[in-house]
């Protein structure tokens, strides 16, 4: 098996950027994507396959890749932001699937 | 426009059985695969099971692996979760959600969940 690993909690003012990373250990690379989910809600799909911004998604968020780390980054954030994040990705070989502890963003 | 409704849910001793319903509308139904995702109070998500749309191919999180049984029902719409054995720590909120494809592995829409807890 392998794990995902984000921080805990991010903290960022209105207007700066957040950056949240998700380590995947022992597993050959795949996809990463990312989800959003404000408190009492269900989660929505921000980012997907690393880079790709869902339509109806800001443009303040975008993904990157880089070895087994992936990132989410929100620039310019807004109130609007505060939410678990959270990384997630699949073995395609054996339908098995992995999230990530989740991330929760503070705007102060 | 997509929804996906979650129904079943309910307060449950230990050891006994609860089937989950998915009402999906507002897409071609058996041209996706679906999932089972659930998160425990306070928790984080966790993948529960997937299966194809031809219900070919099916997956479960090894702490449901055995207890629990996935299925659907293409003329109905609809997405079912067969859970046997429960226990105290299968306490979540269980949602239905959308593959993207056919087992392309990640969720493009989510329902609002529907409740199970597991207690005596």
């Known amino acids: 098996s392998y794990e995902l690993t984000q921080p805990p909690s991010v903290s960022v003012s209105p207007g700066q950027t957040a950056r949240i990373t998700c380590f995947a250990d022992?597993?050959?690379?795949?996809?990463a994507y990312w989800y959003q989910q404000k408190t009492g809600q269900a989660p929505v799909l921000v980012i997907y396959?690393?880079?790709e911004r869902p339509s109806g998604i800001p443009e303040r968020f975008s993904g990157s890749s880089s070895g087994t780390t992936v990132t989410l980054t929100i620039s310019g954030v807004q109130a609007e932001d505060e939410a678990d994040y959270y990384c997630?990705?699949?073995?395609?070989?054996?339908?098995?699937?992995?999230f990530g502890g989740g991330t929760k963003l503070t705007v102060l | 426009e997509v929804h996906l409704v979650e129904s079943g849910g309910g307060l449950v001793p230990p050891g006994r059985s609860l089937r989950l319903s998915c009402a999906a509308s507002?897409?071609?139904?058996?041209?996706?695969?679906m999932h089972w995702v659930r998160q425990a109070p306070g928790k984080g998500l966790e993948w529960v099971s997937g299966?194809?749309?031809?219900?070919?191919?099916?997956g479960y999180a090894d702490s449901v692996k055995g207890r629990f049984t996935i299925s659907r029902d293409n003329a109905k719409k609809s997405l079912y979760l067969q859970m046997n054995s429960l226990r105290a720590e299968d306490t979540a909120l269980y949602y239905c959600?959308?593959?993207?494809?056919?087992?392309?592995?990640?969720?493009?829409?989510w329902g609002q969940g529907t409740l199970v807890t597991v207690s005596s």
């Open positions: 959600a959308k593959d993207e494809g056919d087992l392309e592995y990640y969720f493009d829409y």
């Open positions: 507002g897409f071609t139904f058996n041209d996706y695969a």
């Open positions: 299966i194809s749309w031809n219900s070919g191919t099916t």
């Open positions: 022992a597993l050959p690379k795949q996809y």
């Open positions: 396959k690393d880079t």
């Open positions: 997630q990705s699949a073995d395609s070989s054996g339908m098995y699937v992995l």
